[in-house]
Each structure stands twice: as structure tokens, then as C-alpha cells.
């Protein structure tokens, strides 16, 4: 990683993404097929796309002077020479990935095949307006673009996932609720990126960009959940392959089903939704009430990264009671979507998943006594450390561009 790259040649793949004319469609399904399948060989190639020998020889000629492609080994012979195997050059463009959360903005740069080449975070802090994140993020990618020789060209796109409430189709964060300055409403984030690099920018939710980060490491599942238990309790479902799309967010989300019938009121306007019991909001609204001296000395007014570190490294034993009985409400939710959605791997992220003892143990054990056929599904704890929201977001970028 952070290794500085070059590759001489001009990066226009995202020209030829974009070329619909007749004579650029074989070259591309080409390209879509070795993208999508890894190391393959011509036969192959040949075999699944359909296309004819001669039409095929010359797209991989073409695509391997472009650089677009390269041959990265030989295969199996079955008899005579052993075939060339070809895979994408993960260089000839970049991807840049983005998470927005009330706790930190992360910014991630990634080559074509989602290696990630570098990174900066920045922490949320109370006195964080739009403005000051928009600008650190041009910043920052900037300063990757300088780090890494990279023109603005050679970028194939910028994913964002974002807390919502949000308006994906216009690239807008709607609301300020879940950032911590009231200023972050009607925030059009997408246009405003764009006017210092003016390629593709896609603003999803969070939700969506995490399960989707996730899915990454189970391609053998079908039908997968993801449980973020953050400042909101953000959940997004994979079924049959595809992503179940939650437009806007949050209060359309899945985190707003409802577990205790006539329970606490929640912040969308109902009553009992699995969000008031077990987000981080609710978490510390309820320390607020059971130990409010531990809640005055350690938690009330830190950024939520220390608030984070506090909970877990005070021990402080009624908090920890808190915890673990938000822990029951969230199993008893994962149980309720787990069985609408009928997944197969249920992952279950957020700060508290790996850092506070018991918590993780317990959702799933919750979990487990509120569905019919347990043993069908495997649970995760969720790659939170390992950036699952950049990565999806960077994914959002590629399924655009090379989806089918
Ligand atoms: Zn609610």
C-alpha cells in the first residue's frame, strides 16, 4: 500500500466505458467479461461471449495495446503451448470511495480491482460545518492525485455513501439530524464535488454502500444482510444478488421496524422502532438516565469517537448493562429481517461490534432464540475497521460503469 504509481499511457478507459457506438460493443462486453471473471483464457472468452474467433483475437489486441488489459499467466495446456490468461491492468484508472458518518469522513483511493492505495479520515468534530468537509475531501483528493501522479482523467469515478436522510438521484444530504452542526441540511454534495472534478459522482446511502462493501467478501452468498448499529442503526439487503435499494434512508430504513409494540418513542414519530432502543443515540440517551455522573464525566460533550472510547475503556458496570440490553433489542430486530429477507449471512457492524466485550455475543444470541431455522444462518462480525462503507462506495463507481 501508499506505493506511488505510474503508468505511462493515457488513461481514457472511461471513454471507452462510455462508447456506445456499434464497432466499440465487442471490444467492451470483452473488457466486461475478464473484469467480471478474473484470469481467463481467449477460449473462454470465445466460449462465453459468443462472439466470433477473429472478432475476439482482435479486441484483445486492442485492449492489450490500449493497456486497458494484460496478460497475467498461462493456464492449463491441454496439450499444446498453455493459453495466455488475461486479466484488467488495475492501473489504467482509479476510483476514489467515500463514507460520510456523524463520526468521521473517510476518503479512499482504490485501483480498478479495489486494492486500496491510500487513505485519510477525518474526525467529526461538533464545530464541522459541510463546508469544512466538502473542502477536505477536494483536498484530499487532490492530494492523492499528487501523491500518486494521478490526473483527474484517470479517475473513473467518486462513490459516496452517506448517512441519510438523503436524496441519491440528486446527489443531496437532506437533513442535519444525524450530523452533529445543524448546518448539514439540503446539502447538494454531489454537485459541489463536481465542480472541482467534473467526472462521474454517485451519492448513495450508507446502508447501501456498507452491505454492498461487505458482499465483497462473501461472493458465495446470495441473500445477505448488514446491521450498522451507529448514530442512527443503519441495515441494508443483498437478496438473490442485488441490492435491495433504500432510496432516501434512515426513516424509510430498515432500522425503523417496529419491536416493541406501544415502547419508546422514536425520532421518526413512532413508537418502539428497533433505532430507539439500540443506536448509539439511544445507547447514550439511556447512560444519560442510569449513570448520569459516569454519562456528565466522560460522554457529554466529547466528539462521538471519544464518546466511543470512553464507553469502552471506563468498564463502568452500568453502562455495560445498557449495552448488552440494547444488544437484545437489536437481536430481536436482526431476527425479524433476517427472516423477511431470508438471509443467508447476517453481518453485524458498527464501533461497539469489536471493541466492547459481550456485545456481539449477545446480538446474535438474541438473534438465534427469535428465529425458526437458526442453523441455517451464519453470522459476522462486520469489517468496520477495514472500511466496508469506502469500499462499496467505490463499488457504486464500477457497477455504473461495468454493472450488466
Ligand atoms: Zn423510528
Redesign the pocket.
Known amino acids: 500500500m501508499f506505493e506511488t504509481i505510474r503508468w505511462d499511457g493515457m488513461s481514457m478507459l472511461r471513454q471507452f466505458l462510455q462508447d456506445q457506438s456499434i464497432q466499440n460493443q465487442p471490444t467492451k462486453i470483452i473488457y466486461q467479461y475478464i473484469f467480471q471473471n478474473g484470469l481467463v483464457s481467449r477460449a473462454e472468452i470465445i466460449e462465453k461471449t459468443n462472439l466470433n474467433r477473429g472478432k475476439v483475437a482482435r479486441s484483445l489486441k486492442e485492449l492489450l495495446e490500449k493497456n486497458y488489459i494484460q496478460v497475467e499467466g498461462l493456464g492449463d495446456s491441454e496439450g499444446g503451448r498453455p493459453p495466455a490468461l488475461y486479466q484488467v491492468n488495475p492501473v489504467t484508472s482509479f476510483l476514489i470511495g467515500i463514507q460520510i458518518t456523524r463520526w468521521e469522513t473517510k476518503m479512499v483511493l482504490y485501483d480498478l480491482l479495489l486494492n486500496k492505495i491510500d487513505e485519510k479520515t477525518i474526525i467529526m468534530l461538533p464545530n464541522h460545518s459541510p463546508m469544512f468537509v466538502i473542502d477536505e475531501i477536494k483536498n484530499t483528493i487532490n492530494k492523492f492525485m499528487k501523491s500518486h501522479l494521478i490526473q483527474v482523467e484517470d479517475i473513473l469515478g467518486i462513490g459516496i455513501g452517506a448517512i441519510g436522510p438523503l436524496d441519491s438521484e440528486k446527489g443531496t444530504i437532506l437533513q442535519s439530524e444525524p450530523f452533529l452542526p445543524m448546518s448539514w441540511g439540503q446539502i447538494p454534495v454531489v454537485d459541489q464535488i463536481k465542480e472541482e472534478f467534473p467526472i462521474f459522482v454517485k451519492l448513495d446511502n450508507a446502508a447501501n454502500t456498507i452491505v454492498l462493501g461487505e458482499s465483497k467478501q462473501y461472493p458465495a452468498f446470495q441473500n445477505i444482510l448488514n446491521v450498522t448499529v451507529g448514530w442512527t442503526l443503519g441495515s441494508g439487503a443483498i437478496h438473490n444478488g442485488k441490492l435491495l435499494k433504500i432510496e432516501s434512508g434512515d426513516?424509510a430504513g430498515y432500522?425503523?421496524i417496529v419491536i416493541h409494540m406501544d415502547g419508546k418513542p422514536?425520532?421518526?414519530?413512532?413508537k418502539g422502532?428497533m433505532?430507539?432502543y439500540s443506536s448509539l443515540y439511544a445507547i447514550l440517551e439511556r447512560i444519560k438516565e442510569c449513570s448520569p455522573a459516569f454519562y456528565l464525566e466522560k460522554l457529554k460533550g466529547f466528539s462521538p469517537v471519544d464518546q466511543i472510547s470512553h464507553i469502552v475503556a471506563e468498564h463502568d458496570q452500568m453502562t455495560k448493562e445498557v449495552i448488552l440490553d440494547s444488544a437484545k433489542y437489536i437481536g430481536v430486530g436482526v431476527a425479524n429481517l433476517a427472516t423477511i429477507f431470508h438471509s443467508e449471512i447476517v453481518i453485524v457492524n458498527g464501533p461497539l461490534i469489536s471493541q466492547f466485550p459481550g456485545y456481539y455475543e449477545e446480538i446474535i444470541q438474541q438473534a438465534s432464540l427469535h428465529m425458526n431455522d437458526q442453523g441455517k444462518i451464519q453470522f459476522r462480525q462486520g469489517n468496520f475497521q477495514r472500511d466496508p462503507g469506502t469500499l462499496g462506495a467505490a463499488m457504486l463507481v464500477l457497477d455504473s460503469f461495468l454493472g450488466e
Open positions: 426513516i432500522g425503523h422514536c425520532y421518526c414519530g413512532k422502532c433505532t430507539a
